[in-house]
């Protein structure tokens, strides 16, 4: 099981490769941490299993963030009480995207940045991603609000950027009228 100490911190340069293209079938290495991946971010969001195994609670995470270069990400988001959609893409990329920006009122998190960061991350508020299942198939999601902001925070990840890149350090509200917060 993943623990906290396996995830890197931002400081460390790793998070800042652009991942190369995974190629299928996947290996079982990678089937291993995609289902590590999807069990850490599920148990997180859970209280009690994220007490009782001492996890940071996060909704995605990207295969970089465990320190390896390769494009795949997960994404688990609760849609009812410890009920979840869980989403599995590899090779994504935003295809389309609304004109509409938004932002998180609370504030991005990041399982990578441990520490609070005040200020807002304009993002889209709609994405199409297309991308591959693990098992090589032509994959097509669509996202709103929550999903589409984890979709583009994973994928930066995938391109080296970190959430916190976005934030103007002199004026971290900056354009903040300009997006809808959610």
């Not at 080296?160 to 509200?173: L, V």
Request: with cysteine.
């Amino acid at each position: 099981m993943l623990k906290m100490k396996d995830i890197l911190d931002e400081k460390d340069k790793r998070l800042r490769l652009v991942s190369k293209d995974v190629t299928f079938p996947l290996s079982k290495e990678d089937r291993k941490v995609i289902d590590e991946m999807v069990e850490y971010l599920t148990n997180s969001q859970i209280e009690r299993l994220a007490e009782k195994y001492d996890l940071r609670p996060g909704m995605g995470m990207a295969a970089i963030q465990l320190g390896i270069p390769k494009r795949f990400l997960t994404i688990v988001h609760e849609v009812d009480e410890e009920e979840f959609d869980t989403y599995i893409i590899c090779n994504p990329k935003i295809i389309s995207n609304s004109t509409e920006k938004i932002y998180v009122e609370m504030g991005e998190g990041c399982l990578s940045v441990n520490r609070e960061v005040d200020g807002i991350v304009p993002r889209y508020a709609r994405v199409t991603v297309e991308g591959y299942d693990v098992d090589g198939n032509k994959i097509r999601i669509r996202a709103k609000e929550e999903l589409a902001i984890a979709f583009q925070h994973e994928i930066d990840h995938l391109n080296g950027i970190i959430f916190t890149d976005y934030i103007d350090k002199k004026n971290p509200y900056k354009d903040a009228d300009k997006y809808r917060a959610i």
